[in-house]
Structure formats: structure tokens, C-alpha cells
């Protein structure tokens, strides 16, 4: 099935430490991207990537780092989250033709 | 300023009637493509239709259309017949950046989204 995987669902974690969520895809999409979705706000581009080793910032990247060492991972790293972090993270690809981005099912992430 | 704006925080309509909810846009390219997604409470994102800038006719997907007016800038989604699974928070987005040929630079910015309720 094609899919977007992301992983945790669900994590609760304390200011400071260093935490990762994991993105994987299996439809050999060149790009992909990270969004982080708040009330009243819509979702909102952290990082995106073209293709392999190939990342840029989106609108709100401090705080955060991605790699792109294999086209299907797309790792976000929270080298030390803090509260203003807390938030529903989604993960995403699409081909690089202009169709929709495919979407993994979120990561709620609480710091604490 | 915003480049995506929708301007209802939250729609209601009764079940079997249509509702439009609305989307303005702000880019200077020419060549983008605009999308809606539905977010039901269980989180995960939905695409529902997309509109390329240069496509003439409006794009349709069984019950959803998108009625999009270039010169206004506005790709408001109708949807027709409501139904109670249609209750959900709706979002607008456009890709900025796309040629003739469809690729893009990836970027998918995203309005505030909109809260549907379909009543009984």
C-alpha cells in the first residue's frame, strides 16, 4: 500500500531532549516535507527537500534540523525542544510533478 | 501578507445541501496549482481536489468542485450534497512555482483552514 509512515504517533517528552521523528515513504517521491499544524494558524512548512541531500528552510525551521541520506527517510530532529514546540507534526510527499502532497498520519508532540 | 486566506473559521449546512466554502489566494507566479485537503477529527489529511493555474475548465471530483476565478484570485470549494461524514475542518493550499510541464519546487503553503458542520 502506498503510504507515508511516520513515527511516533503520539510522544511526550521533557524540554531539552533531544528527540526524533521518523518519516518514511515507499512511492519513490522525490520530495518531501515537514509541516507543524497549530489552532488558528493552518499548517505551516518547516523543511522540505527536493530530493536526496537536497533540503531548504520552509517558514519556521529554528529549532529544527532534517537529513536526506536516502530518498524514501526524512527525518525530523528536535536537537532540544522546548514548549513552544508542542504542536501536530506531519510528514509528506509528493512527486515533482505539481499534484497534492501525500500525508502520514500526524505525530502529536507534548513538551513538557 | 497572507498568501492563502479563508476567511470562514467555521461553516454549518444542513445534510443534503450544498456549501461553498472559500479560499482567496496571493502569488505573483504564473504558473501555480491549488489544492483543498479535508482534516476529519481523526487528524489525518484528505486531498480533495486540485486546479492547475493554466487548466480552463473547473476541476471536479464526484461530489466536490473547485470554482476558480484566476483574475479574483479565488478557488473556493463547493460541495454538493452535503453528507454528516463531510463534518470536518477544510483546508486550501496552494504550489507555488510550477511550469507548464507540472514540476514545482515543492512548497505547499496553507490557509487557516475552515470548520465544517453538517447538521441532520
Known amino acids: 500500500e502506498a503510504q507515508v509512515t511516520q513515527n511516533p504517533r503520539y510522544l511526550i517528552t521533557v524540554t531539552g531532549k533531544k528527540l526524533t521523528v521518523t518519516c518514511s515513504q515507499n512511492?519513490?517521491?522525490?520530495?518531501m516535507s515537514w509541516y507543524r499544524q497549530d489552532p488558528g494558524l493552518g499548517l505551516r512548512q518547516i523543511y522540505y527537500?527536493?530530493?536526496?541531500?537536497?533540503?531548504d528552510k520552509g517558514d519556521v525551521p529554528e529549532g529544527y534540523k532534517v537529513s536526506r541520506k536516502e530518498k524514501r527517510n526524512f527525518p525530523l530532529i528536535l536537537e532540544s525542544p522546548s514548549p513552544n514546540q508542542t504542536s501536530l507534526y506531519f510528514c509528506?510527499?509528493?512527486?515533482?510533478?505539481?499534484?497534492?502532497?501525500?500525508f502520514g498520519s500526524g505525530t502529536r508532540l507534548t513538551v513538557v | 501578507a497572507q498568501k492563502i486566506t479563508q476567511t470562514q473559521p467555521g461553516m454549518f449546512v444542513q445534510e443534503k445541501e450544498a456549501v461553498t466554502l472559500d479560499c482567496t489566494y496571493d502569488?505573483?507566479?504564473?504558473?501555480?496549482?491549488l489544492f483543498w485537503y479535508k482534516q476529519p477529527s481523526s487528524g489525518e489529511m484528505i486531498f480533495l481536489i486540485y486546479?492547475?493555474?493554466?487548466?480552463?475548465q473547473n476541476a471536479t471530483e464526484g461530489r466536490y468542485s473547485l470554482n476558480f476565478q484566476k483574475a479574483r484570485k479565488s478557488a473556493n470549494l463547493v460541495i454538493s450534497a452535503s453528507q454528516l461524514g463531510d463534518s470536518a475542518m477544510y483546508f486550501c493550499?496552494?504550489?507555488?512555482?510550477?511550469?507548464?510541464?507540472?514540476?514545482?519546487?515543492?512548497?505547499?503553503?496553507f490557509g487557516q483552514g475552515t470548520i465544517l458542520t453538517v447538521h441532520p
Open positions: 502569488t505573483s507566479d504564473q504558473s501555480y496549482g
Open positions: 509528506a510527499s509528493s512527486l515533482s510533478t505539481g499534484y497534492g502532497y501525500t
Open positions: 527537500s527536493m530530493n536526496v541531500e537536497v533540503t
Open positions: 512511492m519513490n517521491h522525490e520530495y
Open positions: 493550499a496552494m504550489r507555488e512555482g510550477v511550469d507548464a510541464g507540472g514540476t514545482s519546487y515543492g512548497k505547499l503553503t
Open positions: 486546479q492547475g493555474s493554466y487548466d480552463e
